[in-house]
T-cell receptor
Framework: DGGITQSPKYLFRKEGQNVTLSCEQN?????MYWYRQDPGQGLRLIYY???????QKGDIAEGYSVSREKKESFPLTVTSAQKNPTAFYLC????????????FGPGTRLLVL | KNEVEQSPQNLTAQEGEFITINCSYS?????LHWLQQHPGGGIVSLFM???GKKKHGRLIATINIQEKHSSLHITASHPRDSAVYIC????????FGAGTILRVKS
């Protein structure tokens, strides 16, 4: 079955720690996206990548970093510089044309200890 | 002002009722998406529209480009329709509304 997987489902971060959220897709999609969801707010774009080895900052990139070394994988690192990381993080992919349907992973909930 | 506004924020309906969720946007767009988010958090795309109307089962989505407005209708609502419904517009990136929380009671 084709789809997007994210792991872990829940992640706990200690103060000053970097943590990495995994996102993998087997849909052969070129474009991948990371969003953050906070209660009562719309999803906000953190980073996106339209092709391997290239990525761009979204609206709220500060305190986050990404890599795109393989087409299938787009991990997100939440660094210690992100002072309010508690949120629900969603990864998505699409066929390449940005306006096309995006397919979402199940999400990772990040909590701060 | 948010670029994408949804109404209502919360909606409770009885099983079988006809439901309408509205989405207004303030910018020119290439496409509009309706998404469904279940309590577990996963998001599923329901429709992508650039004009007119689309129908899938009991769901109908319409868009009026001139008025910058879209509606999502659910006919013969069922408790399994309970979810958050999200409108998003493509303006060189997806811009999301805050969502409408729908609860359908049996």
């Amino acid at each position: 079955d084709g789809g997007i997987t994210q792991s872990p489902k829940y992640l706990f971060r200690k103060e000053g720690q970097n943590v990495t959220l995994s996102c993998e897709q087997n849909l052969n999609h070129d474009a991948m996206y990371w969003y953050r969801q906070d209660p009562g707010q719309g999803l906000r774009l953190i980073y996106y990548s339209q092709i391997v080895n290239d990525f761009q900052k979204g609206d709220i990139a500060e305190g986050y970093s990404v890599s795109r070394e393989k087409k299938e994988s787009f991990p997100l690192t939440v660094t210690s510089a992100q002072k309010n990381p508690t949120a629900f993080y969603l990864c998505a992919s699409s066929g390449g044309q940005g306006w096309e349907t995006q397919y979402f992973g199940p999400g990772t909930r990040l909590l701060v200890l | 002002k948010n670029e994408v506004e949804q109404s209502p924020q919360n909606l409770t309906a009885q099983e079988g009722e006809f439901i309408t969720i509205n989405c207004s946007y303030s910018v020119g767009i290439s496409a509009l998406h309706w998404l469904q988010q279940h309590p577990g958090g996963g998001i599923v795309s329901l429709f992508m529209l650039s004009s007119g109307k689309k129908k899938h089962g009991r769901l109908i989505a319409t868009i009026n480009i001139q008025e910058k407005h879209s509606s999502l209708h659910i006919t013969a609502s069922h408790p399994r329709d309970s979810a958050v419904y999200i409108c998003a517009v493509w303006v060189n990136k997806l811009v999301f509304g805050a969502g409408t929380i729908l609860r359908v009671k049996s």
